[in-house]
C-alpha cells in the first residue's frame, strides 16, 4: 500500500481535531448508577421510573439521581419520579394493564412486597422541588426540599 505524503500530515490534523474536540466534550463521571425504567407523559406532567441498586441508597445520591434526571427531562415543568431500588417494587406489564382497569387494587403484589425495600419520590410543580424517602420494612419517611418558591 502506498500512502501519499499529503495523506499523513492531513491524519495528524484531523487526529488532532478530534483530540481537542473530546476535550471540549467533558466525559459523564456519575457518582450512582441508575436506570430509567419508564418515562412517560401524565396529564400535564411526566412520570419517571427509575432504578438503583439499593447499596447506592442515601439521601446524597438521591439528590445526584433526581438532578440528573430532572436536567434530562426540563419539560414539561411537572415531573414525578419514584426511585426504586428492588424489581418486587415495579410492576410487571400484566400488573401494569390490570392496574389501568382497576386502579384502587392496593394488593398487588409489587405495592405490598415493594414496602420492605427503600423508595423515594421526588416532584418538581412550579419551581418547587422536593422528595421523601423512606428506607423500607416500615420505617418512617423523610422529607427533602431541594428548591422552593417564595
Known amino acids: 500500500m502506498i500512502v501519499s505524503a499529503n495523506f499523513v500530515p492531513a491524519f495528524s490534523t484531523l487526529k488532532c481535531?478530534?483530540?481537542?474536540?473530546?476535550a471540549r466534550i467533558p466525559q459523564p463521571n456519575p457518582k450512582v448508577r441508575y436506570i430509567?425504567?419508564?418515562n412517560r407523559l401524565l396529564h400535564s406532567g411526566r412520570l419517571v421510573f427509575?432504578?438503583?441498586?439499593?447499596?447506592?441508597?442515601?439521601e446524597?445520591?438521591?439528590k445526584e439521581v433526581f438532578q440528573l434526571v430532572s436536567k434530562r427531562y426540563p419539560?414539561?415543568?411537572?415531573?414525578?419520579?419514584?426511585?426504586?431500588?428492588?424489581?418486587?417494587?415495579?410492576?410487571?406489564?400484566?400488573?401494569e394493564d390490570y392496574m389501568q382497569l382497576v386502579p384502587s387494587d392496593d394488593s398487588m403484589p409489587f405495592i405490598t412486597k415493594g414496602e420492605k425495600?427503600?423508595?423515594?419520590?421526588?416532584?418538581?410543580?412550579?419551581?418547587?422541588?422536593a422528595f421523601e424517602y423512606s428506607r423500607g420494612d416500615g420505617q418512617e419517611k423523610k422529607r427533602v426540599v431541594l428548591s422552593q418558591r417564595p
Open 17 to 22: 481535531m478530534i483530540q481537542r474536540e473530546k
Open 36 to 38: 430509567v425504567v419508564s
Open 50 to 58: 427509575v432504578l438503583v441498586d439499593e447499596q447506592s441508597f442515601s
Open 60 to 62: 446524597q445520591n438521591l
Open 75 to 95: 419539560k414539561p415543568d411537572q415531573l414525578w419520579i419514584t426511585v426504586f431500588t428492588n424489581l418486587e417494587q415495579y410492576p410487571t406489564p400484566e400488573e
Open 117 to 129: 425495600h427503600p423508595i423515594a419520590n421526588y416532584s418538581r410543580l412550579e419551581g418547587n422541588e
